[in-house]
């Protein structure tokens, strides 16, 4: 079955940068989109279609696409950014969602 | 505003069967589909699949197929999702989550139904 990568966590310094990297085969056909999770609460749409950001989410959350690789991109980070995110794309055939294992982002 | 409302708690034993419900409001319901997702304590994200309120189609992951199915009713725009032949593995939060059906971004979300399978 189809898979995305990501890496299990990321560490930055308040105000730093953060890069969460998501990777899957099919990412150059399908768009992607990311999540964020805190404890307790379900997840909260923060990029969708690769790149867009819904209202009410922050600018400093950006996304970008690369080949098989999509990057989900933090600017400025903030303490209460610390949070699980979740990749999220579909299989070649665009019938099947598939998320990818999540990565735990840790404010310093 | 949109509003998710899911059924609460279960438990059940191996081998049963569990329904879970998920109430929609603030939109119209036929009009995004509705997948389910689910997370066992600690682990990630896991998506089982999805129906189309209007027309009743549904897909469902590989994993699931032939244990997982998922109705609604538009009468009272209320979808389901249920899964029979439950075992310890199956205990998890299970959420709704509405989508535009051309595409996959699960903008609303509902607060997540717990159920665990013990004997």
């Known amino acids: 079955s189809y898979e995305l990568t990501q890496p299990p966590s990321v560490s930055v310094s308040p105000g730093q940068t953060a890069r969460i990297t998501c990777s899957g085969d099919?990412?150059?056909?399908?768009?992607a989109y990311w999540y964020q999770q805190k404890p307790g609460q379900a997840p909260v749409l923060v990029i969708y279609k690769d790149s867009e950001r819904p209202s009410g989410i922050p600018e400093r959350f950006s996304g970008s696409s690369s080949g098989t690789t999509v990057t989900l991109t933090i600017s400025g980070v903030q303490a209460e950014d610390e949070a699980d995110y979740y990749c999220?794309?579909?299989?070649?055939?665009?019938?099947?969602?598939?998320f990818g294992g999540g990565t735990k982002l840790t404010v310093l | 505003q949109v509003q998710l409302v899911q059924s609460g708690a279960e438990v059940k034993k191996p081998g049963a069967s569990v329904k879970v419900s998920c109430k929609a409001s603030g939109y119209t319901f036929t009009s995004y589909d509705i997948n389910w997702v689910r997370q066992a304590t600690g682990q990630g994200l896991e998506w089982m699949g999805w129906?189309?309120?209007?027309?009743?189609?549904?897909g469902y992951a590989q994993k699931f197929q032939g244990r997982v199915t998922m109705t609604r009713n538009t009468s009272i725009s209320t979808a389901y999702m249920e899964l029979s032949s439950l075992r310890s593995e199956d205990t998890a939060v299970y959420y709704c989550?509405?989508?535009?059906?051309?595409?996959?971004?699960?903008?609303?979300w509902g607060q997540g139904t717990l159920v665990t399978v013990s004997s």
């Open positions: 999220q794309s579909a299989d070649s055939s665009g019938t099947m969602g598939v």
């Open positions: 129906m189309n309120p209007n027309s009743g189609n549904t």
């Open positions: 099919a990412l150059p056909k399908q768009y």
């Open positions: 989550a509405r989508g535009p059906g051309s595409g996959w971004e699960f903008d609303y």
